[in-house]
């Protein structure tokens, strides 16, 4: 079946210090990447996305993630993280025409001072 | 708001009662879907559109109804609310690139 999973429900981090948020996906095919940020209250945001090409990709707020095809995964990361990135992440996954994005289950994110 | 409005932003229904929740973009796009996001479970899909007068089911439909009579308006319509249905939803559109666009949500709670 398909599915999405982030490993970590919840992550606290020092303000300054580096942020890996894991994803792994289960696709038939590989599929189009994608990892959305939500701020409590709010939508949710487009970050960076995978389509094709590099597998490193760059995104908004200074965040990356790297697509690696032997290992289904898609992790962000960021070298230093601020307060202001306190928030929930999500990977999600879809098909290329397909209306049916999967999301992983979130990971909040808590930046001490 | 990416270009997806919705209202209202916050809403209490009795069970039993039914309402529309509205969904709004003005980027002329095709493609609209529904999603709730649930505690520990990311967002599922409800139902989608490809275009005005298409609609079809995604993961979780029961309990909701939607219609699409024009290209800018997606309302989702739950029929006889139920405690179950408390979510948060929330309305998306995208272009035929499959990264999808968020309005703001509506939290919905049923008692």
């Known amino acids: 079946a398909q599915s999405v999973t982030q490993p970590d429900i919840h992550i606290t981090v020092s303000e300054g210090a580096s942020l890996e948020l894991r994803c792994n996906y289960s696709y038939g095919a590989t599929p189009y990447l994608f990892w959305y940020v939500q701020s409590p209250g709010q939508g949710l945001q487009l970050l960076l996305k995978y389509f094709s090409g590099d597998t490193l990709v760059q995104g908004i707020k200074g965040f990356e993630a790297e697509f690696k095809r032997s290992q289904s995964s898609f992790n962000l990361r960021k070298p230093s993280v601020h307060w202001s990135d306190a928030a929930e992440y999500f990977c999600?996954?879809?098909?290329?025409?397909?209306?049916?994005?999967?999301f992983g289950a979130g990971t909040r994110l808590t930046v001490k001072p | 708001n990416a270009g997806v409005t919705q209202t209202p932003k916050f809403q209490v229904l009795k069970t039993g009662q039914s309402m529309t929740l509205q969904c709004a973009q003005d980027m002329n796009h095709e493609y609209m879907s529904w999603y709730r996001q649930d505690p520990g479970m990311g967002l599922r899909l409800i139902h989608y559109?490809?275009?005005?007068?298409?609609?079809d089911q995604g993961e979780v439909p029961n309990g909701y109804n939607v219609s699409r009579s024009t290209t800018e308006d997606f309302p989702l319509r739950l029929l006889s609310a139920a405690p179950s249905q408390t979510s948060v939803y929330f309305c998306a559109r995208r272009t035929v690139l499959p990264e999808q666009y968020f309005g703001p949500g509506t939290r919905l709670t049923v008692t």
């Open positions: 999600a996954v879809a098909l290329y025409n397909n209306n049916d994005m999967r």
């Open positions: 559109s490809v275009g005005a007068g298409i609609t």
